[in-house]
């Protein structure tokens, strides 16, 4: 497996400007996360898909930020409008879970994002 | 609620130097630990995991174990490189409360000077 693909690697785009970031989890995975990192924030979780539903979204910052599931193999992440402070590095991950139990989270290349 | 309190870098050592990485968590139930490893511009990696109490994780000479006792998972290797200089992050995977997610510390740098 190609392991967690994200697109684009880098983004630089204006204030006020739609961005969208993409994921493909790897194959039979069924639970993944999108994170940002900052330097001072460090990593933080801003939601989690279980089976394609979204689980716990309470790290999501603020309204102009969704996140869509629509299938097993693909995942977006969309800031409407995007702001300075938006910079940062988003990564995505994906493991597999079973009842209570998962495999560790494998973790994408990342997104690197300024928006100036 | 679950955290992970690690200590804060950057720590930068010479090569063939001893590391310690302290790492502590506060959890409920049973959650399985991990040491990810972060090198420069690229996403994070699995370094090791142990999934219950007095489990030893070890990959690539760096090894931590899973101490109940003192909420502990502390990071060692007894001769680092060059090489290994990156951010390390601990982690909790909190199985049986919130659904799974990892719950990360704010990392520590390494830097191995030659």
């Known amino acids: 497996d190609a392991g967690v693909i994200q697109s684009p690697r880098h983004e630089v785009t204006e204030m006020g400007q739609e961005v969208t970031l993409r994921c493909k989890p790897i194959?039979?995975?069924?639970?993944l996360f999108w994170y940002r990192q900052t330097m001072m924030r460090g990593l933080e979780l801003l939601i989690y898909?279980?089976?394609?539903?979204?689980?716990?979204d309470s790290g999501m910052p603020e309204d102009r930020f969704s996140a869509k599931m629509p299938n097993a193999s693909f995942s977006t992440l969309k800031i409407q409008p995007s702001e300075p402070r938006d910079s940062a590095v988003y990564f995505c991950?994906?493991?597999?879970?079973?009842?209570?139990?998962?495999?560790?989270?494998?973790f994408g290349q990342g997104t690197r994002l300024t928006v100036v | 609620g679950n955290s992970v309190t690690q200590m804060e870098g950057p720590v930068t050592l010479s090569e063939e130097a001893f590391l310690t990485i302290n790492c502590t968590y506060t959890?409920?139930?049973?959650?399985?630990l991990f040491w990810y490893v972060q090198y420069p511009g690229e996403g994070l990696q699995l370094l090791l995991k142990?999934?219950?109490?007095?489990d030893k994780g070890s990959n690539k000479g760096f090894e931590a174990t899973y101490r109940k006792e003192t909420t502990s998972f502390h990071l060692e290797k007894g001769s680092v490189q060059v090489s290994d200089s990156a951010v390390y992050f601990c982690?909790?995977?909190?199985?049986?409360?919130?659904?799974?997610?990892?719950?990360f510390g704010k990392g520590t740098k390494l830097s191995v000077k030659p």
């Open positions: 982690a909790l995977s909190d199985y049986g409360g919130s659904q799974g997610n990892l719950i």
């Open positions: 194959s039979g995975h069924n639970s």
């Open positions: 142990a999934t219950k109490a007095d």
């Open positions: 959890a409920t139930g049973y959650p399985s």
């Open positions: 991950a994906s493991s597999f879970r079973t009842g209570l139990k998962s495999t560790e989270a494998f």
């Open positions: 898909f279980n089976n394609n539903v979204p689980i716990d």
